[in-house]
């Protein structure tokens, strides 16, 4: 039976997050000697290879990214538990750690884990903001349970993930009152050289809206290139331009009374996902985001 020793796993893996014995050192406050011992011992007692040499660098071996994976996992609830514990948070609430692609809209966010605060549920949540590729590599670490992105995993990436389909929108163009007035008659061909607010080339919006432009022979004047929501509601209002958004996030901002619905493109759809390390979705608090999502957010806004 295998002895595992946490302080030598630790010591592992400091040196592989900081790729050398070297650097490792610094963060522990040890003598290499030390360190170099420790690790050979660990590699021995548990009967595997960690790291191949290249050149002055350590490189982790197929064996030694398995164990770094675990050990991220062990080290990511210890450090759970510590900010508990010093935080003084009830200790019988359930933690979920929730990645949010930063592209999303933050109205459907909102609507989208809101629930999760419900009185009575007791849930303790952790959302990290970042590019989608980005959170796939802490999810692979065991540093996040879930992601929520617009777009799916790459079958390309090597990180065990898999896609479950929250639902998906139409997308609404919208702009200030007196635009909307000028050109919604001939809707959507009144698009072509309209001033328009385009998202970020890379973003799965801006893909949609490039296809379906393309596929309706349309040619709207680009007069800015956007990510933040605010700025396109901004300069919306302004009568900059028209921006799209998908409908399933487009309500609150379309309270405002400076800003109209010019129209819809309904064959253009965005698709939103909860992307998980497992094929079947079993963890209880992705599976309420799910349900509620397609009871409550995208089955009311076929019905409107």
């Known amino acids: 039976m295998i002895n595992l020793n946490y302080q030598h796993l630790y010591y592992f893996w400091e040196v592989a997050k900081h790729g050398g014995i070297t650097k490792a050192c610094e963060k522990l406050l040890l003598a290499q000697p030390t360190v170099s011992v420790q690790l050979k011992h660990f590699s021995k007692s548990i009967g595997l290879k960690l790291f191949n040499r290249n050149g002055r660098n350590l ?13 991220s996992q062990i080290f990511s609830l210890g450090n759970n538990l510590r900010t508990r ?17 930063d592209v999303l809209p933050r109205e459907l966010v909102f609507n ?33 349970d879930i992601v929520i992105s617009d777009v799916p995993v790459n079958p390309f990436i090597k990180v065990k993930s898999y896609n479950h389909l ?11 009152c007196k635009l909307v007035a000028k050109y919604k008659p001939g809707f959507p061909n009144s698009l072509s050289n309209a001033p328009f607010l385009m998202p970020m080339k890379g973003t799965s919006l801006r893909q949609i809206l490039d296809n379906w432009f ?16 605010d700025l396109f509601e901004d300069f919306g209002k302004s009568g900059k331009g028209f921006f799209a958004l998908p409908q399933v996030a487009s309500m609150g901002i379309l309270k405002n009374k ?17 992307i998980s390390p497992e094929k079947i979705l079993k963890n209880e608090i992705a599976l309420l985001i799910l349900k509620n999502a397609r009871a409550n957010i995208f089955n009311k806004m076929k019905q409107n």
């Open 214 to 229: 393309d596929e309706n022979n349309l040619a709207p004047k680009i007069v800015a290139e956007l990510t933040d929501i």
């Open 258 to 274: 400076k800003l109209k619905t010019l129209g819809k493109a309904e064959t253009a759809k965005e698709s939103f996902f909860i």
């Open 59 to 71: 490189v982790l071996s197929q064996d030694g990214k398995m164990v770094f994976e675990f050990a």
């Open 112 to 144: 989208l884990i809101n629930p999760l605060l419900a009185d009575g549920l007791n849930i303790f949540l952790q959302c990290h903001d970042d590019e989608t590729h980005a959170l796939l590599g802490k999810l692979a670490l065991g540093e996040l």
């Open 85 to 101: 514990i010093l935080l003084g948070e009830n200790t019988s609430n359930t933690t979920i750690k929730i990645g949010i692609a």
């Open 166 to 176: 929250i639902g998906e929108s139409s997308v609404t163009f919208i702009g200030s």
